[in-house]
């Protein structure tokens, strides 16, 4: 069975703060990929990011950054310098590589204040 | 555009009906999944389907029916026997192990 657990239900930051939001899972499969989403006020996922379990090297890309540590099963993701826009939901999931579908944590509630 | 449409964005409906949420993509995709969003909870697969006129159900498929008559096309159904249906309904398609989102439809059962 799968499991991602997302312990931090809600966050709230000033603008500019960086944030770090917490992800940890649970598989059995030695193969799988590791997503990011990010949920606006619309209502739609949008991709952030997918890592493969065999690559842990951390990611960055402009504002956002990846911390992907198998030992600790972890997958952190931080935002440098918030912004307003950055306020959503974001959402930690899991698949493995022989099958399709997502495992998804409960999500985090990022609040960035001006 | 290319993407996924899901229609309509807010759906309300008596206690006992069935009513069907619709989902069409154009990305060319072979599968597509629902998920349901309940406050506070992550998405919850319903059911997926990997090919036209095959499809499995997911983590909680009881009260729900699906049909895939079409590539573009999965719609869902929830039913009467749906104990609880009130919650936030996403389609999504995919290719390799990545899944493109629908915008949602807020099913209100009263």
């Known amino acids: 069975a799968q499991k991602v657990t997302q312990a931090q239900t809600e966050i709230s930051v000033v603008e500019k703060e960086d944030v770090t939001l917490d992800c940890v899972y649970e598989t059995r499969d030695t193969t799988y990929y590791l997503f990011w989403y990010k949920q606006p006020p619309s209502g739609e996922l949008v991709f952030l990011i997918r890592?493969?379990?065999?690559?842990?090297q951390n990611e960055i890309s402009g504002r956002y950054s990846w911390n992907f540590q198998k030992s600790t099963s972890s997958f952190n993701f931080t935002i440098t310098a918030s912004q307003v826009v950055d306020s959503a939901v974001y959402f930690c999931?899991?698949?493995?590589?022989?099958?399709?579908?997502?495992?998804f944590g409960s999500g985090t509630q990022l609040t960035v204040l001006p | 555009d290319g993407g996924i449409t899901q229609s309509p964005k807010y759906l309300f409906r008596k206690e006992g009906q069935n009513v069907t949420l619709s989902c069409e993509q154009n990305l060319n995709h072979d599968a597509m999944y629902w998920y349901r969003q309940d406050p506070g909870q992550g998405l919850r697969l319903i059911y997926y389907?990997?090919?036209?006129?095959?499809?499995q159900k997911g983590d909680i498929a009881e009260g729900y029916s699906v049909s895939r008559e079409k590539k573009e096309s999965f719609p869902l159904t929830v039913t009467s026997a749906q104990k609880n249906p009130t919650a936030f309904y996403l389609c999504?398609?995919?290719?390799?192990?990545?899944?493109?989102f629908g915008q949602g439809t807020r099913l209100t059962v009263v």
């Open positions: 389907s990997q090919i036209v006129n095959d499809f």
């Open positions: 999504a398609s995919g290719v390799g192990t990545e899944a493109f």
């Open positions: 890592r493969n379990s065999f690559d842990e």
């Open positions: 999931a899991l698949s493995p590589t022989s099958a399709r579908q997502l495992t």
